[in-house]
């Protein structure tokens, strides 16, 4: 069939062009002049409307993806994109933006703790002043 056609091509080198018309005219005839002006109109419409879609689609986007908390170290406000690490402007410490707000990333080998459960007591700091002694040590870093 497909080198019957070419046999065709080969005898009338024009036959390709005049294909091409002939399918071009029974298009038209098909879907008709108001189809095209129509398909045309509504293709126009689409590039009009794209980027408009594509802005509600960005911010819905955003609206899901953005994180409103605070600095978990200095209570600043932050915000956020999901699973985004940025540093904290008011004390410079790394933060990760989770589902439920802002989290400290902590740097390889290093643990952090949180305060669970404190007992207050009333301590008098008028006349000494409590100091906590910590001591720090840093550990080795792993053999890779
Ligand atoms: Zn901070």
Same mark, same amino acid.
């Given at each position: 069939?497909?080198?019957? %056609?070419n046999?065709?091509? *080969?005898? %009338?080198?024009?036959?390709?062009c005049?294909?091409f &018309?002939?399918?071009? %005219?029974?298009? $038209?005839?098909a879907?008709g002049? #108001?189809g095209?002006?129509?398909s045309?109109?509504? &293709? !126009?419409?689409? &590039?009009l409307?794209?980027?408009?879609?594509?802005?509600?689609? &960005?911010?819905?986007w955003?609206?899901?993806?953005?994180? +409103? *908390?605070?600095c978990?170290?200095?209570?600043?406000?932050l #915000? *956020?994109?999901?699973?985004?690490k940025?540093?904290?402007?008011?004390?410079?410490t +790394?933060?990760?933006?989770t589902?439920?707000?802002?989290e400290?990333?902590?740097?390889? *080998?290093?643990? =952090? $703790?949180?305060? !669970?459960d #404190?007992? #207050?007591? !009333?301590? =008098?700091?008028?006349? /000494?002043?409590? /100091?906590?002694?910590?001591?720090?040590?840093r550990?080795?870093?792993? +053999?890779?």
């Amino acid at each position: 069939m497909n080198q019957n %056609f070419n046999q065709l091509q *080969g005898r %009338f080198p024009q036959l390709g062009c005049w294909v091409f &018309l002939l399918i071009s %005219f029974w298009v $038209v005839g098909a879907i008709g002049i #108001t189809g095209i002006i129509k398909s045309i109109f509504a &293709l !126009v419409l689409f &590039l009009l409307l794209a980027p408009v879609l594509g802005f509600w689609a &960005l911010q819905f986007w955003v609206k899901r993806n953005l994180v +409103e *908390g605070s600095c978990p170290v200095c209570n600043q406000p932050l #915000t *956020g994109l999901k699973k985004m690490k940025i540093p904290c402007p008011s004390c410079g410490t +790394e933060v990760m933006a989770t589902e439920d707000g802002f989290e400290r990333v902590s740097a390889d *080998g290093v643990i =952090d $703790v949180q305060v !669970v459960d #404190t007992q #207050t007591s !009333v301590v =008098d700091v008028s006349d /000494t002043a409590t /100091t906590i002694d910590v001591e720090v040590q840093r550990l080795p870093e792993a +053999e890779v």
